[in-house]
């Protein structure tokens, strides 16, 4: 799945032409339009502000660095939309901005440059998440992302309802092709054996080392603010439902979904819903208190109405912010599957 998606020369993201929206493969939150980043533009600055904190967490001064960090940036564009919101909206804060955006590829930074050339001043570059632990500098921080977790590699676990275990699938290659190949028994385990015991054989499940990585390497590196993950996802309970006998790993091609994910290699998009209470436990483990774990439809309604609370805060709403919002929102859209989770450290 790594290479699949991120080989430097193959690999699906890693090609020059855009594999997102309406002439892409799938759509997301941000080909939308320009509001998806204007409502996170706005309820980043009320983090920022102290508007949504206690007395006692509130920190920093007029002149004290604000720092967002982006993970998971493809193209850029929904930095601009959020760096042009703060410099017409928020000037206060632009000017203290300082906009990090995590991505290992060359290729991808060189992307990004591009779309967000007017902002060279405000936007930085690291290559991992680990780069931003810098002793002694702790500027209030907001690490985000959007659609990331779920690209990442992910275990695949089927259940042997005879022998009463878990072995893992791996891959391997058949008459050319990549094909399915069941391993060793796995040391995973369901939170009660009442749920093993009526659990359908050949039952896959995945599981995400390396999400649960990245959560946790996140969380040590925050020092003050905010991290927030907004993903394709459930709860631990969510995890075993009998319409989910596959698992969730799918593949996007041409806005199409198959469960193929071994088709195509480089050529089509893959995903794996995201088990937001297995890093909601990292984050608090590491010293995170958990804000916030809601639906995206309530997330973004909940800004929303704040904003109309405050007429002229966050700028024009019209029938094209109305549309947009109806898609981020609606079940039979981008609302039915994407979840948020907000953790915190004082």
Not at 79 to 108: K, Q
Not at 231 to 251: H, I
Not at 310 to 317: D, L, N, R, T
């Amino acid at each position: 799945m790594d290479i699949a998606l991120y080989c430097p020369d193959y690999g699906f993201y890693e090609k020059e032409e855009d594999n997102i929206g309406k002439d892409g493969d799938f759509f997301t939150s941000v080909s939308v339009g320009n509001l998806f980043g204007e409502l996170l533009a706005y309820q980043i600055g009320d983090w920022f502000e102290g508007k949504d904190e206690t007395p006692n967490t509130q920190y920093g001064t007029h002149d004290t660095v604000l720092r967002i960090v982006e993970a998971g940036a493809h193209n850029g564009q929904l930095a601009r939309d959020i760096l042009i919101w703060f410099r017409v909206r928020r000037p206060e804060i632009f000017d203290r901005l300082e906009y990090c955006i995590v991505e290992p590829a060359t290729s991808r930074q060189d992307w990004q440059r591009v779309l967000l050339w007017d902002f060279v001043k405000t936007v930085k570059w690291v290559p991992e998440i680990a780069a931003l632990k810098t002793p002694g500098v702790s500027p209030k921080t907001v690490i985000f992302s959007n659609e990331l977790l779920d690209a990442m590699p992910i275990h695949r676990l089927g259940w042997d309802a005879k022998a009463k275990k878990w072995f893992e699938w791996g891959v391997a290659l058949q008459d050319e092709k990549f094909v399915w190949s069941r391993l060793g028994d796995s040391e995973f385990r369901v939170p009660s054996s009442e749920l093993e015991a009526v659990l359908p054989d050949g039952y896959t499940v995945e599981i995400s080392p390396a999400a649960e990585a990245w959560w946790r390497t996140a969380a040590e590196v925050l020092i003050h603010g905010k991290l927030l993950a907004i993903d394709y996802g459930f709860a631990a309970d969510e995890q075993f439902s009998p319409s989910r006998l596959n698992g969730t790993l799918r593949a996007y091609y041409r806005h199409r979904v198959t469960e193929d994910a071994l088709a195509n290699p480089g050529e089509q998009d893959l995903t794996a819903h995201v088990n937001f209470s297995a890093i909601q436990q990292i984050g608090e483990a590491s010293g995170l208190r958990t804000e916030l774990y809601c639906t995206q439809p309530q997330f973004l309604g909940r800004i929303v109405e704040k904003a109309l609370k405050q007429p002229g805060s966050f700028g024009e709403w019209g029938p094209k912010q109305t549309r947009q919002f109806q898609t981020l929102t609606h079940p039979e859209h981008l609302g039915h599957a994407f979840r948020v989770l907000v953790q915190s450290k004082p």
